[in-house]
């Protein structure tokens, strides 16, 4: 049972445009949301996180927000820039002491 | 150095050999994980060592997969007897703690043939 979903397996964008990922969740105890980017052949690296005691974080051009009755959140990015293109994962934990737990991932295709 | 290392960066074994995969994670971090991605799947957690506590090995797959941690420091993967469905990325990760963030190494590319 997939407690972190990412329904949208790839996602492209113009360039400049606004980039949308998104991610549900199961766990009500969850309380801490991460995003992570990937290049190929590289390990994750880490883009921005938000507590469940906020809706929403914002880092220069990504900015994440948090729907905890929905247990819904997402990850924007404006403007898209094509350094962007990777696949992008979400994740979540609790306690702040539990292994990350991980969706599928996005794909993100930025077009110049 | 500065990030997660882990070694070696790419390994081809045969099936029914034994494998070791090593993770330096960066010094004083507490938290350690070991995940794997399989060919067009996500991120599967597989075990997580946090201080003293004992290690949560909820994710490993089989019992023929293991793994150890030396205090806050190096960690080994263990997979005996590695089958083809064992082939994947193995990736570590080491955080202060999860509200941290984990930073994560490069991997070791399994290949059982």
């Known amino acids: 049972d997939q407690q972190v979903k990412q329904n949208s397996p790839s996602l492209s964008v113009q360039e400049g445009r606004i980039s949308i990922l998104n991610c549900d969740y199961t766990?009500?105890?969850?309380?801490?949301f991460l995003w992570y980017k990937k290049y190929p052949a590289e390990g994750p690296t880490f883009l921005i996180s938000?507590?469940?005691?906020?809706d929403k974080n914002e880092d220069g051009r990504f900015t994440v927000f948090l729907n905890k009755s929905a247990k819904h959140l997402s990850l924007h990015i404006v403007p898209s820039q094509p350094g962007d293109s990777a696949v992008y994962f979400c994740?979540?934990?609790?306690?702040?002491?539990?292994?990350?737990?991980f969706g599928k991932g996005t794909r993100l295709s930025v077009i110049a | 150095g500065a990030g997660v290392s882990q070694s070696p960066s790419n390994k081809v074994t045969e099936k029914g050999k034994d494998v070791e995969l090593r993770c330096d994670p960066i010094?004083?971090?507490?938290?350690l994980y070991w995940y794997r991605q399989r060919l067009g799947q996500g991120l599967e957690f597989l075990i997580y060592?946090?201080?003293?506590?004992?290690?949560?090995k909820s994710g490993l797959p089989s019992d023929r997969f293991s793994a150890e941690r030396t205090g806050e420091s190096v960690s080994t993967l263990t997979i005996q007897r590695t089958q083809q469905e064992d082939s994947a990325v193995y990736l570590c990760?080491?955080?202060?703690?999860?509200?941290?963030?984990?930073?994560f190494g490069q991997g070791t590319r399994l290949t059982v043939v």
């Open positions: 990760a080491s955080s202060l703690d999860a509200l941290h963030g984990a930073f």
């Open positions: 766990n009500s105890m969850f309380d801490y």
């Open positions: 938000i507590s469940s005691i906020k």
């Open positions: 994740a979540a934990s609790y306690s702040g002491n539990t292994p990350l737990v």
């Open positions: 010094s004083g971090h507490t938290a």
């Open positions: 060592f946090q201080g003293n506590s004992a290690p949560d």
